[in-house]
């Protein structure tokens, strides 16, 4: 029996599709030590990802190299690391590509502030994801008791 793909993704490399990023590396990563500009693997490395989903947010518009080498290929910022780590941990966090775009164009614009109503709307989202969380982790309490019973 052939194992089902996921997005055109044999199921023995999704492994990237469930795991939730290390937040305490993304908390306490040393950028020092790296050397930019990054290549795109190193990039996706560097933001514990992969070169597909670095691509895909390319295309989309959420990412952008600064420099490209001679060959054409993209060289990558301290900024772009930054970026691309905010989206996957507001991925990890339950958020959509379609919540944060907004605030990813408005940095894209060089706005010298976020509009209110993309902050706004962002914070609404997050306090929802609290709301649903805190629900879910009553949820599993009760199911706790009940097996316990």
């Known amino acids: 029996m052939t194992k089902p793909k996921i997005e055109n993704i044999p199921i023995e490399h999704d492994s990237f599709l469930n795991e939730i990023p290390d937040f305490d ?6 950028d020092d030590l790296l050397n930019f500009p990054l290549s795109i693997s190193q990039l996706a490395k560097a933001a514990q990802t992969t070169v597909h989903t670095v691509r895909n947010y390319l295309i989309e518009d959420l990412l952008h190299c600064s420099e490209q080498t001679k ?11 930054k970026r691309l780590r905010f989206i996957r941990s507001a991925r ?9 775009r907004p605030l990813l164009l408005a940095i894209n614009e060089d706005q010298h502030s976020i509009p209110a109503n993309i902050l706004t709307q962002l914070y609404t989202k997050i306090q929802h994801k609290r709301i649903f969380l ?6 599993i309490e009760e199911i706790d008791q009940l097996v316990q019973v």
Do not use: M, P, S, T
């Open 71 to 81: 060959a054409g290929y993209g060289l990558y910022d301290l900024c772009a690391l």
């Open 25 to 30: 590396g993304f908390i306490h990563a040393n």
């Open 134 to 139: 805190e629900h879910v982790r009553k949820q």
């Open 92 to 100: 990890a966090a339950g958020l959509l590509i379609v919540d944060i």
